[in-house]
């Protein structure tokens, strides 16, 4: 018997799916690690399909250094804020006296007004209301006189009081009546005092009148003296009703000065205003 030879097997490719030749070029892949970092893509060789990692750049060490002492810097030329706490500030207790109609309470409402104590909404409200009253002078006067009879009669009866603060210091302010019947509770007011804010009116008749022998300016002085009140600025209100004269200035400035030196008060400050305008 002969042989049988063996018969090769050949396998039939199909048409559609050529034969896969095998080629020199080199295939790059991005790894997926480090396709956040944006880094170079990894390569795989022809003769291996082992990933050759590449080096990543970082930052050396005399760039670090450079950049921390950079940040140092910055920090040492910043400012620095220092808020002192509340706790921590001088305590001052200021009362406001006078006689009647100088313009203490308008004068001491502008002035919460100014510094932000009293919000614009709250004036505009006094302004609406005082302007339907009758009374449209006296928007900033109601910011400390709020009671209705206060309003009414548009005369302060009981002592007011308010807090603000500086930067040193947290300021009480008591806001006294001017009127003769109620001197009782001026005195409450200013037997708790520090210092003293004391009002005249500088329109012709109103300082006078204040200053007489049965006027408020005179009796208000002599009891913050007798009441150990050692430190006084005197308001010359109302400039602007005498077109900021200042013959009249230093006429009423002469008359108050003998007269409180008599009292004890050795360094007064004389400050003209208008508390209306807030000038």
């Known amino acids: 018997k002969t042989p049988q030879t ?5 396998v039939d490719t199909p048409p559609h799916q050529p034969q896969r030749k095998r080629s020199n070029k080199t ?11 944006r880094s170079e893509p990894l390569y795989i060789s022809k003769h291996s399909r082992t990933p050759q990692k590449t080096k990543l750049e970082l930052p050396s060490v005399a760039e670090k250094v450079k950049e921390e002492e950079e940040e140092e810097e910055k920090e040492v030329h910043q400012p620095i804020k220092i808020r002192v706490r509340s706790s921590l500030k001088k305590r001052l207790t200021l009362v ?3 006689h009647v109609d100088a313009g203490k309470s308008t004068l001491m409402g502008h002035l919460l007004y100014d510094l932000d104590v009293v919000s614009k909404k709250t004036m ?6 005082s302007k339907e009253s009758g009374k449209a002078s006296f928007k900033y006067a109601w910011v400390l006189d709020e009671n209705a009879e206060e309003r009414e009669r548009g005369v302060t ?16 302010l008591l ?6 019947d109620f001197v009782p509770s001026m005195i409450t007011g200013a037997s708790s005092a ?12 109103e300082f006078e009148a204040g200053f007489s022998d049965t006027g408020q ?20 209100n109302k400039l602007d009703s005498v077109e900021w004269s200042q013959s009249r200035f230093e006429e009423i400035r002469k008359h108050l000065e003998s007269f409180l030196l008599r009292l004890g008060f050795k360094s007064v400050r004389y400050v003209p205003v208008s508390g209306l305008n807030g000038v």
């Open 217 to 236: 300016t005179r009796e208000h002085a002599i009891l913050i003296s007798s009441l150990g009140v050692k430190h006084l600025i005197v308001v010359i």
């Open 6 to 10: 063996k018969k090769s097997r050949t």
């Open 124 to 129: 505009r409200k006094f302004e609406k209301q």
């Open 194 to 205: 520090d210092a003293a804010l004391l009002v005249v009116a500088a329109s012709r008749g």
């Open 175 to 180: 806001d006294s009546p001017g009127h003769k």
């Open 96 to 98: 406001v006296v006078g």
């Open 157 to 172: 009866m009981e002592v007011a009081s308010r807090d603000f603060e500086t930067t040193k210091t947290l300021v009480t």
């Open 27 to 37: 295939i790059v892949v991005e790894s997926p690690a480090l396709r956040k970092t």
